[in-house]
């Protein structure tokens, strides 16, 4: 059984932040990698930023310059720091975890967060 779950969502002013989080819970599951992506209404989900279990990173475009996603391995957690937040990231966003369960490569989602970016 794994489970992903995310919080940290919510209604926040243009420029402001917000911090998101996620956690995955699971037996038989190793670790590779989390990411963050979203969703906008009529778009298609895009990546907002991946954290492998070694630190590697990788944002999307929207995300540079603006967005932090930072990790504990020991809490199998991932955070998502978001500033200088703008209209235009208001969208549902969700956590992925990749790994494998004996051997066999597997990836799970968060029932995702409601991010709104409005005045």
């Known amino acids: 059984q794994v489970r992903v779950v995310e919080s940290g969502g919510g209604l926040v002013q243009p420029g402001g932040s917000l911090r998101l989080s996620c956690t995955v819970s699971?037996?038989?599951?190793?670790?590779?990698?989390m990411g963050w992506y979203r969703q906008a209404p009529g778009e298609e989900r895009e990546l907002v930023a991946r954290?492998?279990?070694?630190?590697?990173?990788r944002y999307g475009d929207p995300a540079k310059g603006r967005f932090t996603i930072s990790r504990d391995n020991a809490k199998n957690t991932v955070d998502l720091q978001m500033n200088s937040l703008e209209p235009e990231d208001t969208a549902v966003y969700s956590c992925?975890?990749?790994?494998?369960?004996?051997?066999?490569?597997?990836?799970?989602w968060g029932q995702g967060t409601q991010v709104t970016v409005s005045s």
């Open positions: 992925n975890a990749e790994g494998d369960i004996g051997g066999a490569m597997v990836g799970y």
């Open positions: 699971a037996s038989r599951f190793r670790l590779h990698a």
């Open positions: 954290i492998t279990i070694d630190g590697d990173t």
